[in-house]
């Protein structure tokens, strides 16, 4: 499939050269890359439908040169693309043919941990996951979990507004940032937020979280850490039905349970996910653990809701199985094949 892209300016392309020539003496070192070769990287995000070197990669590593390459750029009429780890299946940093890509991979330093106010201020290269560990020797971490969160980083996360199975209960990233430094594409440096929930006058960050860069480009971001909740369980349900297991999630939520996450899985996914079952009926595999994850909270409160949770139940579940991580083995109903499960995290 081709994604037909805006015709490139012309005129732009004819002064490439000296672009570049201006964005080395603000980017010094190897701050910019102009070969066909080396710019094969950047020529798509994860939507690989379209491909399309850049005219030009900058890659900054301070706030001052992010600021300047914007000026340069919008005085002389030029298309900036901001990126981050390239993860984005929305075409979010998809590059343009007479346009600077400007790589933000370079901003990796977490610059605060402030667990009195349970905040971390962090640059935008930082990775979701390199949060959570981060923190993790405290009993905190960073709730939003895209499924690229090993790899995408908290800046593009902030671009695209990422979810994950926790938002839920926990919400988008937009319910989770406080705060950012932006670069505005004539070189001002502004602030939004900071590490209070409530500020005065407009919601600006609900305005600049998922707007992919269309504001401006983010250098400092201010995320919400939680504590780790005491305990995990997890639960699995399988139905004949789609129509049953979509009454179930219904019932769930009706009944004022709001797990860590729920998750359905159509026969297909099943089958692709978990391996065959051994002679005993057991289902085992990594597979198969990946898929068991957690409704969080204390112990009294996972106690608790275990039991509406059966009560509010389909009338025909699968057999009625339903299985929790303290089944040796992970019984599952998955040696029944059945049409839809609901992972209960």
């Given amino acids: 499939m081709t994604i037909m892209m805006p015709a490139s300016d012309q005129a732009v392309l004819g002064r490439r050269d000296a672009i570049v020539a201006a964005l080395r003496a603000i980017v010094p070192g190897e701050g910019v890359i102009d070969s066909a070769a080396e710019m094969v990287t950047y020529e798509s995000d994860g939507l690989m439908a379209y491909r399309q070197p850049p005219m030009v990669v900058a890659l900054p590593d301070t706030t001052e040169q992010v600021s300047r390459v914007l ?3 919008f005085e002389q009429g030029i298309k900036v693309v901001p990126r981050g ?9 998809l590059p343009l043919a007479d346009g600077v890509l400007l790589g933000l991979g370079k901003f990796k330093r ?3 941990i ?4 349970r905040v971390v201020v962090t640059e935008p290269g930082v990775t979701n996951l390199a949060i959570s560990q981060a923190v993790a020797h405290a ?7 895209p499924s690229s969160q090993i790899a995408c980083s908290i800046g593009g996360n902030v671009a695209e507004n990422s979810g994950g199975v926790h938002c839920l209960k926990y919400g988008m990233t937009t319910n989770n940032v406080l705060g950012c430094e932006i670069v505005l594409i004539t070189g001002e440096i502004i602030r939004v937020g900071g590490k209070s929930a409530e500020t ?5 960050m609900g305005i600049i979280t998922g707007s992919e860069g269309l504001l401006g480009v983010i250098t400092e971001i201010t995320v919400r850490i939680l504590q780790k909740p005491e305990t995990a369980r997890a639960l699995m349900v399988g139905f004949a039905q789609v129509e049953a297991a979509g009454e179930c999630v219904a019932r769930i939520i009706g009944a004022g349970i709001i797990p860590g996450g729920m998750e359905m899985m159509d026969k297909p996914a099943i089958h692709a996910a978990f391996p065959p079952p051994r002679p005993n009926g ?11 994850r957690r409704s969080d909270g204390s112990r009294r409160i996972i106690s608790a809701w275990t039991a509406p949770f059966r009560a509010a139940r389909c009338h025909e579940p699968w057999r009625g199985s339903a299985i929790s991580p303290r089944n040796t083995g992970f019984a599952s109903p998955m040696y029944f094949m059945p049409a839809t499960a609901i992972c209960i995290l």
């Fill in 139 to 145: 009993g905190f971490y960073y709730a939003p979990d």
């Fill in 85 to 93: 780890s390239g993860t984005s299946l929305s075409g979010g940093a």
């Fill in 200 to 204: 005065s006058g407009y919601d600006l």
């Fill in 71 to 73: 000026k340069y750029c």
């Fill in 282 to 292: 057991i289902c085992s595999g990594p597979a198969a653990r990946r898929h068991f």
């Fill in 114 to 117: 402030d667990f009195d106010n």
């Fill in 110 to 112: 977490i610059r605060e």
